[in-house]
């Protein structure tokens, strides 16, 4: 199984970024745990702060042949329709995860321009939401 984890804006500070929130693990240490732990998994993994540089990697999901994505599209999650567009024009299933619980968190966090589109969310479980989202394309991959 191939998977690509999609990182939005500021997501490339993790560790360093209001750590209270987030936690103080870069996403690069927790990305090699990742791998370590899903060995049998091909995950590759793309950040940017840029908006059409994620919509043109998640248009690249299709054509790569990725057996799903998981998108955090952090900020952008709340304003983007062009992202959630994206996601609605491609075949690759989308999963949207969240380090923190934004349902907890400011109202205007609480729209999401991707979770029409997606196969579902996964939100509120720190860095774990991506560990979660990799078991939920197994288990949907071995029919459970
Ligand atoms: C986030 C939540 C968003 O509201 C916020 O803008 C982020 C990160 C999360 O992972 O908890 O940048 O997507």
């Known amino acids: 199984m191939k998977l690509l984890i999609i990182n939005g804006p500021n997501l490339n500070l993790l560790g360093r970024r209001e750590p209270d929130v987030y936690g103080e693990t870069s996403f690069e240490d927790y ?4 791998q370590f732990k899903f060995r049998e998994v091909e995950l590759a ?15 690249e999901a299709d054509k790569e042949e990725f057996d799903g994505v998981i998108l955090n599209a952090a900020g952008y999650t709340h304003t983007s329709v062009a ?3 994206a996601v ?3 075949e690759a299933p989308v999963v949207e995860v969240h380090i923190s619980n934004v349902m907890d968190r ?12 997606a196969v579902g ?5 720190g860095l774990d939401s991506y560990r979660l989202a990799i078991l939920s394309f197994m288990e949907q991959e071995q029919g459970k």
Do not use: C, M, P, W
């Open 31 to 34: 990305f090699s745990e990742l």
């Open 45 to 59: 993994h793309f950040q940017s702060n840029v908006e059409g540089e994620l919509i043109n990697k998640l248009h």
């Open 83 to 85: 992202l959630g567009d």
């Open 88 to 90: 609605a024009a491609i």
């Open 106 to 117: 400011e109202d205007y966090r609480h729209t999401s321009f991707i979770s029409k589109n």
């Open 121 to 125: 969310v996964i939100s509120g479980f």
